[in-house]
């Protein structure tokens, strides 16, 4: 059974950066690709960003593509997400995944383990 936990989130001024990490233990962090989503107040779950078991493939929605960046060190089980200029509408509660297979999606059937998830507010 792996464990997924997130942390990093808080409050930030619209234009400014957080870094969220995603430390997971009891399965081979190395061999699965994971992903990134977040759920605002009211609406659905939604892909943010996905990494290849290996760091070399990744994936964004487009809504933060050039902004966001997801990485990984395998040495320390644990993926990160670099958000920059930040916007009033990240906010929501992200949540790291693991896939089920070493290549990423986007698609949230394709995740079978997930963590608590962190707050992540960002003020105009």
């Known amino acids: 059974q792996v464990q997924l936990v997130e942390s990093g989130g808080g409050l930030v001024q619209a234009g400014g950066s957080l870094r969220l990490s995603c430390a997971a233990s009891?399965?081979?962090?190395?061999?699965?690709?994971m992903g990134w989503f977040r759920q605002a107040p009211g609406k659905e779950r939604e892909f943010v960003a996905a990494i290849s078991w290996n760091g070399g493939t990744t994936y964004y929605v487009d809504s933060v593509e050039g902004r966001f960046t997801i990485s990984r060190d395998n040495a320390k089980n644990t993926v990160y997400l670099q958000m920059n200029s930040l916007k009033p509408e990240d906010t929501a509660v992200y949540y790291c995944a693991m896939d089920r297979t070493a290549w990423p999606h986007r698609g949230r059937v394709n995740y079978g383990s997930w963590g608590q998830g962190t707050q992540v507010t960002v003020s105009s």
């Open positions: 009891g399965r081979t962090f190395s061999s699965y690709a």
